[in-house]
């Protein structure tokens, strides 16, 4: 099974300021990387597919990168509505997810 | 666009089987791959299975012994059921389609808490 292990487990963020958010596999899975923000009491929603990518109606200042085995999330300028749990997702090898990373306002 | 809802009890007992069902709405279910995936409280997510409108399916090789998922064409319905469960396997469980060619999950149901107490 391939480990995903996300880092920091909490992020103190100030409003308009940006945040990195790293995701870590514990075996190569090229771009097969996927990256979702869950709000409280809410599913999931997908950011970020194939490591970079955006998905439809994302808002530009989220952008994913990375390949191989490391990976980042990167918040360019945090909205209200962003602070959130994060989690990174492989498919390279069925599916595992990391555990999250929680960012919230400072 | 497409829209997916959970339903089932809310509540199981010990050792007995969850049951729970995915409606899609908006689209239909053929010729993609649908998932489970759940969500302890206060805990990350962990995928729990797929399976294709044919109905073959595939499962987390942690679960698949208690495991069985189906698909219901005429419904458009998917369905999950979990068998001999404890305590361990209270969670929110999610349905998703399996988008971008089987790859990430897009979209999801809102979400169904199942407790297993007696």
């Known amino acids: 099974e391939i480990v995903m292990t996300q880092s920091p487990a909490t992020l103190s963020v100030s409003p308009g300021e940006g945040a990195t958010l790293s995701c870590r596999a514990s075996?190569?899975?090229?771009?097969?990387l996927a990256w979702y923000q869950q709000k409280p009491g809410q599913a999931p929603r997908l950011l970020i597919y194939?490591?970079?990518t955006r998905a439809t109606g994302i808002p530009a200042r989220f952008s994913g990168s990375g390949s191989g085995t490391e990976f980042t999330l990167t918040i360019s300028s945090l909205q209200s509505e962003d602070f959130a749990v994060y989690y990174c997702?492989?498919?390279?090898?069925?599916?595992?997810f990391g555990q999250g990373t929680k960012v919230e306002i400072k | 666009q497409v829209q997916l809802q959970e339903s089932g009890p809310g509540l199981v007992k010990p050792s007995e089987t969850l049951s729970l069902t995915c409606t899609v709405s908006?689209?239909?279910?053929?010729?993609?791959?649908w998932s489970w995936i759940r969500q302890p409280a206060g805990k990350g997510l962990e995928w729990i299975g797929r399976?294709?409108?044919?109905?073959?399916?595939d499962y987390n090789s942690s679960l698949k012994s208690r495991l069985t998922m189906s698909v219901d064409m005429s419904k458009n319905q998917f369905s999950l059921k979990l068998s001999s469960v404890t305590a361990a396997d209270t969670a929110v469980y999610y349905c998703?389609?399996?988008?971008?060619?089987?790859?990430?999950?897009?979209?999801w149901g809102q979400g169904t808490l199942v407790i297993v107490s007696s």
């Open positions: 998703a389609k399996v988008g971008g060619g089987n790859n990430w999950f897009d979209p």
């Open positions: 908006g689209g239909s279910i053929a010729r993609y791959y």
């Open positions: 399976i294709y409108t044919s109905g073959s399916a």
């Open positions: 075996q190569s899975i090229s771009s097969k």
């Open positions: 194939g490591a970079s």
């Open positions: 997702q492989q498919y390279s090898s069925w599916w595992t």
